[in-house]
């Protein structure tokens, strides 16, 4: 049984991490998070210490060392902004790191990273669960056993209605979360540059804050993509159904189908953490250095648009 600490555990992500530890039979001893609304807790670790500070927290981490108690991971659930300073305490502390993505908002915060893993020679997992999908993984099959040197055309389209909250909390705070593009795209366009090869154009049509649409193009797919919040850009047939999400991804014209079992990708993942198959710091490099320059880019009318935008 592996020890592990939990940073956010307050946060919506946090219910999914507090599963996988528990599925794969390790335990929490001490969890953090600011807010103290953590009732969550008494459904998977009840008898974990629990802070909302982070000075008593991290005191609390080194009286356990000191007393021989180990902590092995720590997971990392808190603000996009934060997950940076957050490894560091955990790896300083002699733990690995398991964090939800994206890992950094910046590229030169992957490399800073890769500094502090050399110096304590512990590692920083990250979460990047489309890759352990089985209809992804089949995708991915199906692009490296064609010969084929015409690219794939790609159309994504994910749109996941938020309420008025998203403005006022941190999500809606581009200088935390990274914006639209980063908050809920950052797995997708690691899900295509692991499947399609190195970005070769990278262009922004619309950046706001509530969607976001550009134009992709990898070595092996052009890609148009649409992210949304608005539950007015979701199709029809979707708010007749009285569904507040969509997700689509077209192959060739053909739709990928990935909505079943996306929730439990998780415990895969803390699986593959747990056998020393978790996805690093250099897995997360193209993910972190497209959504940075989606960020930082100026919009043009260049490449191919997606069908939902309007303009």
């Not at 794969?24 to 001893?29: E, R």
């Not at 300073?85 to 890769?114: F, T, Y």
């Not at 304590?120 to 056993?145: C, D, F, M, Y």
């Not at 993910?287 to 191919?304: D, F, K, P, Y």
Request: glycine share 6%; with cysteine; aromatic share 10%.
């Amino acid at each position: 049984m592996k020890n592990f600490a939990i940073i956010g555990a307050a946060g919506y992500i946090a219910p999914r991490h507090l599963q996988a530890i528990k599925e794969t039979q390790n335990t929490v001893l001490a969890a953090l998070d600011k807010f103290d609304s953590v009732g969550i807790m008494d459904s998977y670790f009840p008898n974990a210490d629990f802070f909302t500070e982070f000075e008593r927290f991290d005191r609390h981490i080194e009286k356990l060392k000191r007393n021989g108690i180990l902590l092995d991971y720590v997971s990392i659930c808190t603000p996009n902004y934060l997950h940076d300073a957050h490894i560091r305490m955990a790896l300083r502390s002699g733990a690995d790191a398991i964090c939800e993505k994206p890992l950094v908002l910046n590229p030169w915060n992957v490399d800073a990273l890769q500094d502090i893993e050399n110096e304590t020679g512990n590692k920083i997992n990250t979460i990047l669960q489309l890759r352990l999908h089985p209809s992804i993984i089949a995708l991915k099959e199906r692009v490296q056993n064609n010969p084929t040197q015409t690219k794939y055309e790609v159309d994504l389209t994910y749109i996941t209605s938020r309420g008025k909250w998203y403005d006022i909390s941190w999500k809606g705070d581009e200088s935390k979360s990274g914006g639209i593009a980063t908050n809920i795209g950052v797995h997708f366009y690691d899900m295509l540059t692991w499947i399609f090869g190195e970005v070769q154009d990278n262009k922004v049509h619309l950046r706001a804050p509530h969607k976001a649409a550009g134009y992709l193009e990898f070595e092996k797919a052009r890609v148009r993509w649409f992210l949304s919040i608005d539950e007015n850009d979701l199709p029809t047939h979707i708010q007749e159904k009285k569904q507040r999400t969509y997700r689509s991804i077209t192959v060739n014209g053909e739709e990928i189908e990935f909505s079943n079992g996306f929730t439990d990708l998780h415990t895969v993942s803390y699986q593959e953490i747990l056998k020393g198959n978790g996805f690093g710091l250099n897995e997360a490099k193209s993910s972190v250095a497209i959504v940075h320059a989606i960020r930082n880019q100026a919009i043009t009318s260049l490449g191919e648009k997606h069908g939902f935008l309007h303009v």
